[in-house]
């Protein structure tokens, strides 16, 4: 597959250009402070009163870490000040308790995710006490159904920590990894031992983690495909089930924190593209499904096996294997989704305290989709997550007639089918192999608000 996949340089470099990750459709960009605390709640009644109650879904944020990495875009707090941290989670406790006197009591939680920042900044006693909050609050899913995920620096912690989260119920784990070379590490300000990294792997397979992924960038400083072979070497001697292989987006502009790092260090935009050819087919050598976007699987994964099944979904951790829940997001920036409507907390830890602390939900912004944006919302979601649409499947959910409705998009993507990147008739559009790299091109022209001028100054690059 990759073989097919990426060879040609030249569509590479054609189609390298700025666009939206869809991570959601309207993407951040759309939302607005129309949209606040009261609409929210509107949202949520709307949603207690479905005919089949949805599961529920909740992402913590927490933007705690004890060091900068350059390459980091993430909203963070750099401090050791571990005060901060405990009065964080006493605000998130008092969230909590505001977002579950919303919610009807037959929505059981089968989904948690922590992301930050840091989550294993966090003691494990305030992880504990985080969980059982929640638990207190919210009814759980049964064990079985549950997918608990945290996303760990194996800086902070070791074969004792993972023990204590297989214990609090977490069952799958991604890892910080991005490049194990010395040289690069010191460049992005990120020094980890391959051993530690892969004593935490290995614990977490023996307490019955059922998912471990690791994150690795490509186009960071020093890289050089040498090194990043490397990298791949000691990589698959761990075997995780997912690897996500994220593209360095350096904007300096928009992220101070980048700025650390010199231009002059960069690989060039040639050698970027080798980082990622050689990168990926050897991950196709070492058995693992591209999934789409950054993110590939090993066959037994319930990723690949959404993959397969066509019930993949993208939100914003990335890709996910459950459509059907409505998302609560918690904490400073934190994004939700209930029903067709997307929510963002406010972005300041100090924002998010003192709404909280004077009983308010700290909505900060978001969006009330319109039936053109559940409509393209669809039609993206088909193409980044099955590499087809079905416009017979589309019309029966929407009441369009596809063709006539998309006319000026299809047109837009015929210099792609001509490339070989995807094949358009009367009833379908279907990525094909050699496409599948290009998804978010694919996607691009269903996206109404999408303009080049505002694509170049919000998005990264495609590739």
Known sequence: MADRLLLDRTLL??????????????????????????????????????????????????PFCRTVCFYCACNKVITANYRRASDYLARLIDELDLQAALFADDRPV?????????????????????????????PMAAPARREFSIEVDPRTVDRERIRNLAAL???????????FDADVQKAINRVQGVQATADIVEEARH???????LDLMYGLPLQTPERLSQTLDAVMTMRPDR???YNYAHMPQMFRIQRQIPDASLPAA???????????????????HYIGMDHFALPGDALAAAADEGTLHRNFQGYATRPDLDLIGLGASSIGQIGDAFSQNVRDPA????????????????????????????VIQAVMCRGRVDYAAIEARHPIEFTD???????????????????????????????RLFLRNVAMPFDAYLTAGRAERRFSRVI
Request: with cysteine.
């Open 13 to 62: 470099r054609r189609y390298d250009v700025t666009g939206p990750r869809y991570t959601s459709y309207p993407t951040a960009a759309q939302f607005t402070e129309a949209f606040d605390a009261g609409r929210y709640r509107e949202r949520v009644a709307w949603s207690n009163d479905d005919p089949i109650p949805r599961p529920l879904s909740l992402y913590v944020h927490v």
């Open 110 to 138: 089968e989904q948690l995710h922590l992301g930050g920042g840091t989550p294993t900044y966090l003691s494990d006693g305030d992880l504990a006490t985080l969980i059982d909050a929640i638990a207190q609050r919210f």
């Open 169 to 179: 119920g977490f069952n799958r784990l991604s890892l910080g990894v991005q490049d």
């Open 207 to 213: 307490q019955g983690f059922h998912s471990i992924n």
């Open 243 to 245: 690897i996500a292989l």
């Open 270 to 288: 040639e050698m970027k593209l080798t980082l990622l050819i050689e990168a990926m087919q050897r991950l196709s050598r070492e058995g693992y």
């Open 351 to 378: 924002g998010h305290d003192a709404a909280v602390s004077a009983g308010e939900l700290p909505i900060w912004r978001g969006v009330a989709l319109t039936a053109d944006d559940c409509l393209r919302r669809d």
């Open 405 to 435: 409705y998309f006319r000026d998009a299809l047109v837009e993507l015929e210099p792609l089918a001509v490339d070989g990147l995807l094949t358009m008739d009367h009833a379908s559009l279907q990525v094909t192999e050699r496409g």
